[in-house]
């Protein structure tokens, strides 16, 4: 660690010096206007947009000083709004840097906040905000709480960018939990939202989550077609913590097609980028991947090593569902090495904190890497006991994974049926309408062209107000879209931590460690 913390301050020192020319030249002119502008709440906005870029850009010290100020003038002029804000920008660079019950407590003051204001939008984020640091520690039960929650704020607002979103938080927790198919199905519905409302990174980071789905499902050939419709869009739109996504996938793909020497290539593409973005978390997933490739090319030392600077950094950080997982993998390579003493002690480890925690796919990998240590050393009676706790804790996943997909389905169906409602509603509501017409002209024959004339003045002047609506709709849309730009680019950054956690996570878990995991996570289907 101490070698690679010279690394590190010396790529982020390029990383913020390189930022790029469009998102520097906002902050510049930002800072410029804030020379002159008055301490009103012109100002607490303005600070509040400086923080946002620092944030997109990945400069967190910088943009915890901007928040902060922006904070601390907005409680002195009783601006809730602004103030709700910053705690917001806040707690995201909490949530980055692993400070996850300062992050809580930043979202969950900017969500009291932001209901006292009556603010739909800001209250469905936060929401999802605190979702997501349940979901960070393995507390899916409660992320998904949190995320109906919010769902159902954002139907009733009609803010389909953000139904899209939390389709593919969904997405992503039954992910991790191993049901594919579901999570599929969930990215598939954020994607056809997407492409209607032209959100074109979001649909870069969904094709992203698509393929790495279907790596898993061994389905090689449309991971690639979705990986580089992915990268492709990133590049096009100078992403580049959405390259950094990309690159993690395409590791992974090559992973699974046995080209480590490229897997390899890839991961230390995605380690650069986290890095430069001073993302902990991020880098110590990624430091996980780097280890399984080593592994994979029977490079037992490296493994180790990476492993440990993984296991190192999410011990500062307090990711306790990730050093449970790391532990469980160094238990692994031991008992490939022959240290068997040391394998015993990481599964012992990677045991309590799982057991402690509830996290069932780890546990369920300590006992699968225990049975195998057991018959090594030829204890048969141990062997066939941790076998069956393993089976045991497969089956319960299974059932598990069944009841998550009938939650997601409910919340399908209640969406459906509130869409097919107004359907409904639109649709006897231009019956009536039609009835009365023709009760009109049956009635008043003497006054048919007049009635004639009257029906066409209706309709130029609904017509006109149908174009200033839609003109409205869409300024509002761009306004809402503008609003969305800094969960977007969060939600960029923190799609690299997704993959790679993901990744490390499904891979420790095998029925026999010498099988691919990919044959065994099709299994659980």
């Given at each position: 660690m101490k070698g690679n913390s010279k690394i590190?301050?010396?790529?982020?020192?390029?990383?913020?010096s390189c930022v790029s020319f469009g998102q520097q030249e906002k902050i510049d002119s930002l800072q410029a206007v804030l020379k002159t502008a008055a301490q009103d709440t012109g100002r607490v906005n303005i600070l509040n947009q400086v923080s946002s870029y620092l944030?997109?850009?990945?400069?967190?010290?910088?943009?915890?000083?901007?928040?902060?100020?922006?904070y601390l003038l907005a409680d002195k002029l009783n601006f809730t709004k602004g103030k709700a804000n910053a705690l917001n920008t806040t707690g995201i660079v909490n949530e980055m840097e692993g400070n996850y019950a300062e992050a809580e407590k930043n979202h969950k003051e900017a969500l009291l906040l932001r209901k006292k204001n009556t603010d739909s939008s800001g209250v469905a984020k936060s929401l999802i905000n605190i979702g997501l640091i349940y979901e960070r520690q393995g507390l899916y039960t409660r992320a998904l709480c949190y995320y109906d929650t919010a769902m159902k704020i954002r139907v009733a607002i009609h803010d389909q960018n953000g139904v899209g979103a939390i389709y593919n938080n969904i997405g992503v927790i039954l992910y991790n939990r191993g049901n594919y198919s579901a999570a599929l199905e969930n990215y598939f519905k954020t994607l056809k939202i997407y492409e209607t409302i032209g959100n074109v990174k979001g649909v870069a980071r969904i094709c992203g989550n698509i393929a790495l789905v279907y790596t898993f499902q061994k389905n090689y050939e449309s991971a690639l077609l979705y990986q580089e419709k992915s990268l492709k869009t990133r590049k096009e739109i100078g992403d580049k913590p959405g390259e950094a996504v990309c690159y993690v996938t395409l590791a992974?793909?090559?992973?699974?097609?046995?080209?480590?020497?490229?897997?390899?290539?890839?991961?230390?593409?995605?380690?650069?980028?986290?890095?430069?973005?001073?993302?902990?978390?991020?880098?110590?997933?990624?430091?996980?991947?780097?280890?399984?490739?080593?592994?994979?090319?029977?490079?037992?030392?490296?493994?180790?090593?990476?492993?440990?600077?993984?296991?190192?950094i999410l011990v500062e950080t307090g990711d306790i569902a990730g050093v449970a997982s790391y532990d469980c993998t160094l238990g692994n390579l031991n008992t490939k090495m022959k240290n068997l003493k040391a394998a015993r002690t990481s599964f012992a480890k990677a045991l309590k904190l799982s057991a402690a925690g509830g996290f069932m796919e780890v546990t369920k990998g300590v006992y699968s890497g225990m049975y195998q240590l057991d018959s090594i050393e030829k204890n048969y009676s141990s062997a066939y006991k941790h076998y069956k706790l393993f089976i045991s804790y497969r089956d319960s996943l299974i059932?598990?994974?069944?009841?998550?997909?009938?939650?997601?389905?409910?919340?399908?169906?209640?969406?459906?049926?509130?869409?097919?409602?107004?359907?409904?509603?639109?649709?006897?509501?231009?019956?009536?309408?039609?009835?009365?017409?023709?009760?009109?002209?049956?009635?008043?024959?003497?006054?048919?062209?007049?009635?004639?004339?009257?029906?066409?003045?209706?309709?130029?002047?609904?017509?006109?107000?149908?174009?200033?609506?839609?003109?409205?709709?869409?300024?509002?849309?761009?306004?809402?879209?503008?609003?969305?730009?800094?969960?977007?680019?969060?939600?960029?950054?923190?799609?690299?931590?997704?993959?790679?956690?993901?990744?490390?996570?499904?891979?420790?878990?095998?029925?026999?460690?010498?099988?691919?995991?990919?044959?065994?996570?099709?299994?659980?289907?």
């Open positions: 590190f301050f010396f790529i982020a020192a390029i990383f913020f944030l997109s850009s990945g400069n967190y010290a910088q943009c915890r000083v901007y928040a902060h100020k922006a992974t793909i090559h992973y699974y097609l046995n080209n480590s020497s490229a897997s390899l290539g890839f991961y230390l593409k995605a380690l650069k980028m986290n890095i430069e973005m001073g993302d902990k978390r991020g880098t110590a997933v990624i430091y996980g991947g780097i280890g399984l490739v080593y592994e994979n090319m029977k490079d037992y030392k490296n493994a180790v090593k990476n492993t440990l600077l993984a296991k190192e059932n598990e994974e069944s009841t998550k997909k009938t939650v997601q389905t409910q919340m399908q169906y209640d969406f459906d049926k509130k869409s097919a409602t107004d359907s409904i509603k639109n649709s006897e509501s231009k019956k009536l309408e039609e009835i009365k017409h023709g009760q009109e002209i049956s009635k008043q024959k003497t006054f048919t062209y007049g009635g004639i004339a009257g029906f066409l003045i209706m309709i130029v002047v609904a017509g006109i107000s149908f174009i200033a609506f839609r003109n409205k709709k869409k300024a509002n849309f761009e306004i809402q879209r503008q609003k969305h730009l800094v969960e977007e680019k969060q939600k960029e950054i923190l799609d690299s931590i997704y993959y790679a956690r993901r990744i490390q996570r499904a891979l420790i878990t095998n029925e026999k460690y010498i099988w691919r995991a990919l044959n065994k996570l099709n299994k659980k289907n």
